[in-house]
């Protein structure tokens, strides 16, 4: 070979390896970059996991000090002149331990959706046990618990529409991270042909192989490798080494998000 051609060849080659080395350098770059935002929605994720907790061991306590005030509030303001055969301590016990921590404890599992209809449902609850009482005594306790249950009640909304506040502050700053880029059809189009979407569906249950995957679509060759080609493209589905093809981390979003959206 002539000396020319070989120093030509020599360039060439020093020439894409400088490119190849530049690719990598852009690479590890990138990866860098998403690593410090992985590590920086961990982060959040895990204060916004904290904040969570706090705010649950805060409530409770919370509760536990309004219904010991309860208790005092009633031993303190209750009628002493009872009714015949109506023990007054156990009355307030009840009140206390039976309906305000129920009552509360049913709120508090509550969405904030949910909040008035649960409320709502208390009150008609404590209602119906107090149909046929016509005793003076007995309807002035009530009337002092009414005021402890709809001033612990209105407590439990504030923590519930605080806790949900916290779900929304995350969610946001998820969605904020979604890359500005990102179009609705890079989801639907890998999804809009009923063969693809079939296929998707079936990879939930395990890998399959590509002669498995024509027998659930019924195509073959160079139509199937097209469907194929479309869901591993949009990052939905890979091939192992074992030549089984899997359902990814996104494609499994995906499925996850039309099942919220169309199932029962």
Known sequence: MRKDRIEE?????????????????????????????FQKLMVEDRIGNVQAAMSRQYSQMAYDGAL???????RERMCRDCPPGENR????????????REG??????????????????????????RIGED??????????????????????EKFVKYRQGLAQARTTAYFSQLPDDLTISELVDPLAHRSRFVMLKSLTSGGMSFKELGEVTGHEGGHLVYHVKKLASAGLISKEESGLYQITEKGLGVMDVIRKMYGR
């Open 68 to 74: 010991e005030n309860a208790r005092s509030t009633f």
């Open 89 to 100: 301590d156990a009355c307030i016990d009840h009140l206390v331990d039976k309906h305000l």
């Open 104 to 129: 509360i404890d049913q709120l508090d599992q509550a969405s904030p959706e949910t909040i008035e209809t649960t409320r709502k449902g208390i009150v008609d609850r404590d209602a119906k046990e």
């Open 9 to 37: 060849r020599i360039a060439g080659i020093e020439k894409d390896m400088k490119e190849l080395r530049s690719e990598i350098r852009q690479e590890l770059r990138s990866m860098v970059s998403e690593l410090k935002e």
């Open 135 to 156: 005793s003076a005594a007995c309807l002035y306790c009530y009337k002092i618990y009414d005021s402890e249950r709809d001033r612990l009640l209105a407590m439990g």
